[in-house]
């Protein structure tokens, strides 16, 4: 069963600096064969994206929400995705998830993901 296990997640002031960490396991195959993706839902939201890495690096996008402030990357021998969030604002304030798509190339939809992880909330004071 394949497994994407977030963390890094918690309570930050406004201004503060997060790093979410997203571990495929084993199960998942070849890791470098996967777009990794990072979403977000706040209480009462739809899910949205956040931002996402190509399978073989190439390719980056973010939401126009966290650009110039979160960064992505993928560390493939750790089979892990990362997401660097920086000056947060309370509007930050979610559960992030990490998803896998198989030669994933639709960034920003939810159903081009084949496994999500469980979620790590993030909250941002003010």
């Known amino acids: 069963q394949v497994q994407l296990v977030e963390s890094g997640g918690g309570l930050v002031q406004a201004g503060g600096s997060l790093r979410l960490s997203c571990t495929a396991s084993?199960?998942?195959?070849?890791?470098?064969?996967?777009?990794m993706g990072w979403f977000r839902q706040a209480p009462g939201k739809e899910r949205e994206f956040v931002a996402a890495?190509?399978?073989?690096?190439?390719?980056?996008d973010y939401a126009d929400s966290v650009k110039g402030r979160c960064s992505i990357s993928r560390d493939d021998a750790k089979q892990t995705a990362y997401l660097q969030m920086n000056s947060l604002k309370p509007e930050d304030t979610a559960v992030y998830y990490c998803?896998?798509?198989?030669?994933?190339?639709?960034?920003?939809?939810?159903?081009?993901?084949?496994?999500w992880g469980q979620g790590t909330q993030v909250t941002v004071s003010s």
């Open positions: 084993a199960s998942i195959g070849t890791f470098t064969t996967y777009t």
């Open positions: 998803a896998a798509a198989k030669f994933g190339s639709s960034f920003g939809s939810p159903i081009e993901y084949h496994y």
């Open positions: 890495i190509s399978w073989n690096g190439h390719t980056i």
